[in-house]
């Protein structure tokens, strides 16, 4: 696994979809045909300067998306342009959007290393649980040695928790959230004992909002595709 930090693709975006029904839907009684339109929808994505990060299938985690693709990328141009791709593609004609943010990696304001665990090199993890997140009002008027504080307190609380990475970006002014979270781990529950631990943290106070939150399994495009009903 590469340990060093690579500030070539600070942008990321989380796009999920559903998978349409009536004469849109997927053909399901044709397996090559699925595979075509995975591979044909994975150039797409990956024809400019995008990376796919991660494909996951959400079947079962939530009835409005089946479908979750991360990019990542170094504007959001790039990442834009990669939708904007996909959406052309057969496979993009049967998916309608759900739930689509992007952020970009800032540094942070008390712990420099802190940096998303994707642009580390490390790879991509087996689940991932993605999610947008507001402060309160007040947290920005707060002492930024108590702010420290309790994001310190934070840090420590999942100290026990270092197979499950966090990926961490700024949303301010680029949709309805501040910052979006990306956690992954190669066991689903380290992640739900993680989020359980994280409730006792006095920054949960000023948490006002955290909605939606998406879960979904890693799984090569062309497995996604074929989970589609």
Do not use: C
């Amino acid at each position: 696994m590469s340990t060093q930090t690579d500030f070539t693709n600070l942008y990321a975006i989380y796009a999920s979809f559903k998978a349409a029904r009536g004469h849109r839907r997927v053909p399901n009684d044709a397996p090559e045909v699925r595979a075509e339109l995975a591979a044909e929808a994975e150039a797409a994505l990956t024809g400019g300067d995008a990376i796919l990060r991660a494909s996951y299938s959400t079947v079962g985690f939530r009835a409005e998306a089946d479908v979750l693709l991360w990019l990542i990328g170094p504007s959001a141009d790039a990442l834009q342009d990669a939708l904007v791709a996909f959406n052309r593609t057969r496979l993009g004609q049967a998916l309608d959007p759900w739930w689509t943010s992007i952020g970009v990696h800032r540094e942070a304001e008390f712990n420099k290393a802190h940096v998303p665990a994707y642009l580390e090199g490390t790879p991509a993890k087996k689940y991932i649980s993605v999610y947008p997140f507001v402060r309160s009002l007040e947290w920005y008027l707060l002492d930024p040695a108590e702010r420290s504080q309790m994001l310190r307190e934070h840090g420590m609380m999942a100290a026990g928790y270092k197979d499950v990475r966090a990926n961490t970006i700024s949303a301010f002014s680029l949709n309805d959230y501040e910052w979006l979270l990306a956690f992954e781990a190669d066991e689903l529950t380290r992640i739900v004992d993680l989020m359980r631990d994280l409730r006792g943290a006095k920054a949960r106070a000023h948490m006002r909002e955290e909605l939606p939150f998406l879960a979904g399994i890693r799984k090569p495009l062309a497995d996604v595709v074929a989970d589609l009903p």
